[in-house]
């Protein structure tokens, strides 16, 4: 099915008046949670976290408007050129990145440091979207179709690994494995594939970091070492649970004052956040963010092209992996790995990623009635 062309470029007023303000305004919000959470996590000052924080959503703000506004035809040239420069700099970690916290993810540009593994998240998606934008449905369902994207997911997938971020890893084939079924990829394929990583889980299981051992393990069973690996997730449950259904009061929680909850700005900020606000303050940022979530859904339901419909899809589930992988951690109900809550936690390449996805997924639905030639799932 092919619609007719839309001939009239729109104006940047027209472009302007087009964005769904309700998901900027969610988007807004979360973030001004997370620099007054971070503020508390300061005890109630502006440095070293909350006004960084700020700073950085302010320039990523006025970038991911610069990235909605972007037409989609730009995208969609330049999604394989994309791809293929993040994924030099991802060699170009594991040759000279810079070194923190025992993993080697960085590449130190002075001003900041960045992290070429949070912006393959959003390149992936943009070469995959391309590269069944240029498929049939025969070619998708044939081996021979699928070795391409299969292994331009793969390949970064593993120098991520190698970094080491496991849990990264994880989120760029699962956003994968999301695009693969919206493009029509059969079932039995999917149930192959996760049978033959279960047959290999012993063999994957020494090929594993000590520490990452460690996590599983303690996934498993926190109490193993209650002082050790166990005390994140330990100390996380009862912060969680002492904030009741009220919370403590702001500046007022006592795990994470008392610095008995670790990662308290990062990792664990939204334990930070349900000790003061309790379950009341931790509803509201899940709400938001599934908002967050659920808006981006309908924009693709809505976006006429298949390119448009699968970089949203790709994108949008992207940003949901970080908040149920972060939420289940935290909560107990996933291993820990370093997966922060975006808009949130502290961090610099993980609130740029995120604000140019945002960006990006803006534009999309912008130019919903766009042509780009294969226009349905179903073609």
Known sequence: MYHSNFSRKLSLKEKFLSINFYYVLCIVLLSFIGIVVLYSAAGGSMSPWAKNQLLRFMCAFILMFVFAFIDVKVYLKYSYLAYFAVF???IAVEIFGHIGMGAQRWIDLKIFKLQPSELMKISMVLFLAKYFQNSTLG???SI???VAPVLMT???ALLIVLQPDLGTALMLMFTAVVIFFCVGVEMWKFLSLGALAIAVMPIAWHFLHGYQKNRVLTFLNPERDPLGTGYH???SKIALG???VFGKGFLNGTQSHLNFLPEKHTDFIFTMLSEEFGLIGGMVVILLELALIVYGYLFAYRITSYYGKLVVIGLNTNYLMYVLINTGMVLGLLPVVGVPLPLISY???AMLSVMISFGIILSMDINRHVNLGRQSFGD
């Open 88 to 90: 030099a700099l991802l």
């Open 139 to 141: 070619q998708i369902r």
């Open 144 to 146: 021979r179709g699928m």
């Open 154 to 156: 793969l390949f970064p």
């Open 233 to 235: 997730i330990i100390q």
């Open 242 to 244: 002492s904030g009741g």
């Open 347 to 349: 961090g610099g390449t």
